[in-house]
């Protein structure tokens, strides 16, 4: 999950803004380093309070049903801490198997967990064990989390989605070379012209003519 999260900008990979985060992709050295540094520090633990409210029905249908199948399962409570009320559909990157629910603020650290035991990290023990893994509910990717697994599997050299494509079962032992910047705005670029229909695209065509 850190090496996924860690080895790409987050900036968005349209057509017109695709060069602008290059600079910022991540070498296996990189990524070890940022590892080591965030085991040295405990993760975030929000404090008990304030529960919250319910959330608003989520806009986009398939959510709606993912957010109704966890609160049938599992209650509306976050997962992670049970102190608050989930607003978030937790999902892993990987497989974009739904994890469970999540309140914004364990959503917002939870990812940068890179501890193994659940007695020293709350966070571990959700990640380890997540709670809505046995359902297999795939979360929907966004246009732009698609265009992004494509670079990502342009700097890797295989899939990151396919585990039997990865070269060990160990990701810390994997190499990489990042490839040139035109190379992999030609990627990103590539995939937003096959999917004209992707939010975006038809202005970034507009402005490339």
Not at 40 to 46: D, Q
Not at 99 to 116: M, T
Not at 187 to 206: C, E, I, K, T, Y
Request: hydrophobic letters at 40%.
């Amino acid at each position: 999950m850190v090496i996924k999260t860690l080895l790409c900008s987050r900036e968005s990979l349209g057509v017109a803004d695709a060069a602008h985060g290059l600079s910022r992709y991540r070498t296996p050295e990189d990524i070890r380093k940022a590892v080591v540094a965030l085991r040295r520090r405990p993760c975030f633990r929000p404090a008990t309070g304030d529960k919250g409210c319910p959330p608003e029905a989520f806009a986009n249908a398939s959510r709606r049903k993912l957010y109704s199948a966890l609160v049938r399962r599992y209650g509306p409570m976050c997962q992670s801490c049970g102190q608050r009320y989930g607003h978030v559909i937790d999902h892993d990157h990987f497989s974009r198997l739904v994890r469970g629910l999540l309140c914004r603020v364990c959503n917002a650290w939870i990812d940068n967990c890179v501890h193994e035991d659940a007695n020293v990290c709350p966070y571990a023990g959700y990640l380890n064990e997540p709670p809505a893994e046995r359902l297999a509910l795939r979360y929907p990717a966004s246009h732009r989390i698609r265009a992004m697994d494509e670079v990502r599997s342009a700097i890797l050299g295989f899939d990151i989605m396919e585990s039997p494509a990865w070269p060990s079962a160990n990701p810390a032992a994997w190499r990489w070379e990042i490839p040139d910047a035109a190379y992999l705005e030609g990627v990103a670029s590539d995939w937003w012209a096959r999917h004209p229909n992707a939010p975006g695209a038809l202005r970034l065509q507009r402005e490339a003519r």
